[in-house]
Structure formats: structure tokens, C-alpha cells
């Protein structure tokens, strides 16, 4: 009876810092803090190291791991541990702080149909000097504009509402609406769009023909 009395359940078990390592691994670090004498205390740290570092012996000498097997000590020590550490010890803080919040890339997601890439060529563009070859980069960029957009929303567009898309993009510095010239025709695009979709559906076709030679009909 007094052996069932002594079991200890995971419930009543303080939580694991580093569960990796497991109970005996967090057991032997409390006992290094629990201990008074300071030379001894870093006797047990070292050995709790070398313990550790024999799990992935292949690592236990690169200085770098060893860095990470000190840092994983005070973790799991709640860096009560007070010892001499061959390396600057992180401390709580600094482990605690929150990463900055990453930008997301898209810098309009209004217009996400366009893809990033679009914002990107429209931002060459305006820095070139004033001519026939801007002019051409430009029509084109709204070309490819139209084309996103036919791809990702209707059948038909008006010419003006990708000339608006631009100018915003551009922040104003591109207004092909003043010009008076067309984009591709949308039947064009749609056009190309169907002759690819029938190739890669005649070559389907192909393979199930193919795939069904050589079997016996009953």
C-alpha cells in the first residue's frame, strides 16, 4: 500500500521547460540549483553539459552547440541556475521578447489579382526617362494588367477601369487615360486562354485512349 501511496503522476508533476530532454534530465538540473556550495554547483553543470551533448555526440564539440546545450540549461533552470558559463548568458528577457511583426509583401491588396510582381515592374517603369520606350513598357504593363485581370475576374473589362488601376498603382505618375489608345482586345486574351485550355484537354483525351488500349472487352 505505501508503494502505490509513493507513485508520482504526470498530473501532479511540475511542467516539463525542454519535454525533449525528459523528467530525470529537469530533475538533475533542479538538484544543480538546490545545491549551496558554488565550486560543486559547477561541477553538476558541467557534468549535466557532458550528459547532454552525449545525446548527439557528432554536435558535443562544435562550439556553437555547446553555446545551445548552456543556453538549454538555463531554460530548464528557470535561470536560477548561478554557475561560471564559458558563454554571455541569455537572459529571460531577451528570450521572452516578441519578434517584430513582418510586413506582408503585397503593398495593395486591393488589386491582389495583379500579383506583386506587377507593383514591381510599374516602379521600373516610372523611374525611366520620359520616351518611346517607356511608353512601351507602360501599354505593356496594362496589357498584362488586363490579362491578370480577365484570368482572376470576369469575361470583359473596360480599358478606363485597368488606366484607373495603373494610375492608382503609380501613385499618379501613369495615366495612359489622357492617350486615348486601346489595350489588347479582351476576346484576344480569352481567345489564347481557351486554345491552351483545349490542347490540355485533347492531350487528357490522348492518354485515356492510350491507357485503355491492350484491355479485354467482354
Not at 175 to 204: P, Y
Amino acid at each position: 500500500m505505501d508503494a502505490v501511496d509513493n507513485l508520482e503522476y504526470n498530473t501532479e508533476r511540475s511542467k516539463l521547460i525542454i519535454p525533449e530532454y525528459g523528467r530525470h534530465f529537469q530533475k538533475m538540473v533542479d538538484y544543480a540549483v538546490s545545491i549551496a556550495d558554488r565550486e560543486e554547483r559547477n561541477r553538476v553543470a558541467k557534468a549535466i553539459i557532458s550528459v547532454m551533448g552525449n545525446l548527439q555526440p557528432h554536435l558535443r564539440d562544435v562550439p556553437d552547440f555547446q553555446h545551445k546545450l548552456w543556453d538549454q540549461l538555463f531554460i530548464m533552470a528557470d535561470f536560477k541556475l548561478d554557475v561560471d558559463s564559458p558563454f554571455p548568458i541569455t537572459s529571460k528577457e531577451v528570450l521572452q521578447q516578441r519578434p517584430e511583426p513582418l510586413e506582408y509583401p503585397q503593398n495593395f491588396p486591393k488589386y491582389r489579382f495583379y500579383g506583386n510582381n506587377i507593383k514591381r515592374m510599374i516602379d521600373v517603369a516610372i523611374n525611366w526617362e520620359k520616351g518611346d520606350l517607356r511608353d512601351g513598357l507602360e501599354y505593356a504593363i496594362a496589357n498584362h494588367m488586363k490579362k491578370c485581370y480577365l484570368n482572376w475576374n470576369k469575361d470583359t473589362v473596360d480599358d478606363q477601369a485597368i488606366f484607373q488601376h495603373l494610375f492608382e498603382l503609380s501613385e499618379g505618375k501613369i495615366d495612359l487615360a489622357a492617350d486615348g489608345e486601346n489595350l489588347t482586345d479582351s476576346g484576344q486574351f480569352l481567345k489564347n486562354r481557351t486554345s491552351k485550355s483545349n490542347r490540355g484537354g485533347s492531350s487528357g483525351k490522348k492518354g485515356q485512349r492510350g491507357g485503355s488500349r491492350g484491355k479485354k472487352r467482354y
